[in-house]
């Protein structure tokens, strides 16, 4: 009894020993617990590897979408157009109104920002994605880099290129008033223009409402260079429309009053013809608040695909049309100038030196919107668009001075064919490094080649821009100040000129 007790004592100190049991199975835990520890650290780093690619590839994924926002410019930025088209004309083709329009320009927030965007050309060849009207997408396409040129075919409509033509036509396109031919030179028959009486009254219903009121008329008898309203022709439709008890005329109350068959120099054909022979070869539209709806729309338009801001486009020139006639041209120029000490821009000089002795056209960028096709010649040629360098000596080249596009217009370096409908866009200046207007572009040389056959109508619209911004800023400043002044001291409306605002200022 006492041997087998002893026994069991001795088995269970056997079984409960550390000697004899810890060697076989303590190693082997040990190890395998060094190799989860390693093993976690190995994961961790990978982790770590694996998370910062993809971390840079998110941000990859980021700045690449940036980069095509702002390079194709988001769509309530571009957006040119934010009204819906009211009126149809006669082809059934839609003219979209603008979007109502400010009664106060807004210039303070701009003045401290001195920013001016700037497209980016990438390559010569690439194409972006621009949209500018409702519903529709235009491509703008790189024609080259020096100077940074695009073309955005479709810019225009054909009713709108035809509305801007006939607007040209009635505010007057001439070289010199001459009431008659001189002596033994031909009386030509080739009118001017060439518009019905149902056509005239829609150009002058500026807001489209089937209404002529007193302001719609008087906003055409400014013109000082235009012919079609007479004082005699003006008097007689303001006395019918006094007459009216609404104060407003209709189509058929404006057929009664503006009788053209009556007019001197006018055939009884029902259109309207011009008793001057010699046209000029421009003439200059406003687009700013009371102008036709069409004209307000290129100019947001413009707002859009410049992406600048929109108290720049404003406060520019008026619409330039030009009408080209067979062996009509322009030899090559800058639209802009260098910007010297003793030289002002012409749209600032009230708020600047006035003891500067040369004002210069500051034209930041131009857009150019061909009206009609010609049927041959009449392309834009830039002579020395992307040379590696740029030399005065290299434009005469076996004797011929390549800025004689009448002679060399075959021998530039990029040549536009004009197409109804297409507009360029070209910067006249270099950046300065700090987002404002820097130095010439001499790259943007360009002129018009003679055109052979046709007609060829082309609109230019500049952004005005002085390279000083805090003169641009002042300005701008001064301009606010004096339309606010006017507007409250005026009872009625009446469309405020380009020209108007330097002289009152």
């Given at each position: 009894?006492?041997?087998?007790?002893?026994?069991?004592?001795?088995?269970?100190?056997?079984?409960?020993?550390?000697?004899?049991?810890?060697?076989?199975?303590?190693?082997?835990?040990?190890?395998?617990?060094?190799?989860?520890?390693?093993?976690?650290?190995?994961?961790?780093?990978?982790?770590?590897?694996?998370?910062?690619?993809?971390?840079?590839?998110?941000?990859?994924?980021?700045?690449?979408?940036?980069?095509?926002?702002?390079?194709?410019?988001?769509?309530?930025?571009?957006?040119?157009?934010?009204?819906?088209?009211?009126?149809?004309?006669?082809?059934?083709?839609?003219?979209?109104?603008?979007?109502?329009?400010?009664?106060?320009?807004?210039?303070?927030?701009?003045?401290?920002?001195?920013?001016?965007?700037?497209?980016?050309?990438?390559r010569v060849g690439h194409v972006q994605q621009v949209s500018l009207v409702p519903d529709r997408t235009h491509e703008m396409r790189t024609l080259s880099l020096k100077p940074?040129?695009?073309?955005?075919?479709?810019?225009?409509?054909?009713?709108?290129?035809?509305?801007?033509?006939?607007?040209?036509?009635?505010?007057?396109?001439?070289?010199?008033?001459?009431?008659?031919?001189?002596?033994?030179?031909?009386?030509?028959?080739?009118?001017?223009?060439?518009?019905?009486?149902?056509?005239?009254?829609?150009?002058?219903?500026?807001?489209?409402?089937g209404l002529l009121q007193k302001q719609e008329i008087v906003s055409h008898s400014r013109s000082r260079d235009g012919t079609w309203l007479s004082p005699d022709n003006l008097?007689q439709i303001l006395t019918g429309l006094e007459d009216r008890p609404s104060g407003m005329l209709t189509l058929e109350d404006f057929r009664r009053v503006y009788d053209v068959?009556?007019?001197?120099?006018?055939?009884?054909?029902?259109?309207?013809?011009?008793?001057?022979?010699?046209?000029?070869?421009?003439?200059?539209?406003?687009?700013?608040?009371?102008?036709?709806?069409?004209?307000?729309?290129?100019?947001?338009?413009?707002?859009?695909?410049?992406?600048?801001?929109?108290?720049?486009?404003?406060?520019?020139?008026?619409?330039?049309?030009?009408?080209?006639?067979?062996?009509?041209?322009?030899?090559?120029?800058?639209?802009?100038?260098?910007?010297?000490?003793?030289?002002?821009?012409?749209?600032?000089?009230?708020?600047?030196?006035?003891?500067?002795?040369?004002?210069?056209?500051?034209?930041?960028?131009?857009?150019?919107?061909?009206?009609?096709?010609?049927?041959?010649?009449?392309?834009?040629?830039?002579?020395?668009?992307?040379?590696?360098?740029?030399?005065?000596?290299?434009?005469?080249?076996?004797?011929?001075?390549?800025?004689?596009?009448?002679?060399?217009?075959?021998?530039?370096?990029?040549?536009?064919?004009?197409?109804?409908?297409?507009?360029?866009?070209?910067?006249?200046?270099?950046?300065?490094?700090?987002?404002?207007?820097?130095?010439?572009?001499?790259?943007?040389?360009?002129?018009?080649?003679?055109?052979?056959?046709?007609?060829?109508?082309?609109?230019?619209?500049?952004?005005?821009?002085?390279?000083?911004?805090?003169?641009?800023?002042?300005?701008?400043?001064?301009?606010?100040?004096?339309?606010?002044?006017?507007?409250?001291?005026?009872?009625?409306?009446?469309?405020?000129?380009?020209?108007?605002?330097?002289?009152?200022?």
């Open positions: 009894m006492e041997e087998t007790e002893e026994n069991v004592m001795e088995e269970d100190e056997s079984i409960f020993s550390d000697k004899p049991l810890s060697s076989p199975f303590t190693s082997p835990f040990r190890s395998t617990r060094l190799h989860i520890q390693r093993s976690n650290v190995c994961s961790r780093a990978y982790f770590v590897v694996v998370m910062v690619f993809f971390h840079v590839y998110i941000l990859n994924v980021i700045a690449l979408l940036l980069y095509v926002h702002y390079n194709n410019g988001p769509g309530d930025l571009v957006s040119g157009d934010g009204a819906t088209p009211a009126s149809v004309s006669e082809s059934g083709s839609p003219l979209p109104h603008p979007a109502p329009a400010p009664t106060e320009l807004h210039v303070e927030d701009y003045s401290q920002s001195y920013s001016l965007p700037r497209i980016e050309g990438i940074l040129l695009f073309e955005i075919p479709g810019f225009l409509s054909e009713e709108e290129c035809r509305v801007v033509v006939q607007l040209a036509q009635l505010k007057g396109l001439m070289e010199s008033q001459t009431p008659a031919p001189s002596q033994g030179q031909e009386e030509s028959n080739q009118p001017l223009l060439s518009l019905s009486t149902e056509e005239v009254f829609s150009l002058l219903d500026l807001n489209q409402d008097r068959s009556q007019r001197p120099g006018q055939q009884r054909s029902g259109k309207l013809w011009s008793q001057f022979k010699q046209r000029s070869k421009h003439t200059w539209l406003y687009q700013g608040l009371g102008s036709h709806h069409v004209l307000q729309t290129l100019r947001n338009r413009v707002t859009g695909l410049t992406r600048l801001p929109s108290a720049l486009v404003d406060l520019s020139e008026p619409l330039q049309v030009i009408r080209y006639e067979h062996g009509d041209f322009s030899n090559a120029h800058h639209d802009s100038s260098p910007s010297h000490t003793e030289t002002t821009c012409a749209h600032t000089r009230l708020a600047g030196n006035t003891s500067a002795l040369t004002e210069v056209f500051c034209r930041y960028l131009t857009v150019s919107f061909y009206l009609s096709s010609a049927e041959e010649g009449g392309e834009t040629t830039f002579p020395v668009a992307d040379n590696r360098t740029y030399e005065e000596q290299a434009l005469v080249q076996d004797g011929v001075d390549l800025t004689e596009t009448q002679e060399t217009c075959s021998r530039g370096n990029l040549r536009i064919k004009p197409t109804a409908g297409t507009a360029l866009l070209w910067y006249n200046h270099l950046s300065d490094g700090r987002g404002w207007m820097g130095e010439l572009d001499e790259y943007s040389l360009h002129g018009d080649c003679p055109v052979r056959r046709g007609v060829k109508w082309v609109a230019n619209s500049w952004v005005n821009v002085d390279p000083d911004h805090q003169m641009q800023a002042r300005y701008q400043r001064l301009v606010a100040q004096r339309h606010r002044a006017k507007s409250a001291m005026e009872e009625h409306y009446q469309p405020l000129s380009h020209s108007d605002l330097h002289q009152d200022l």
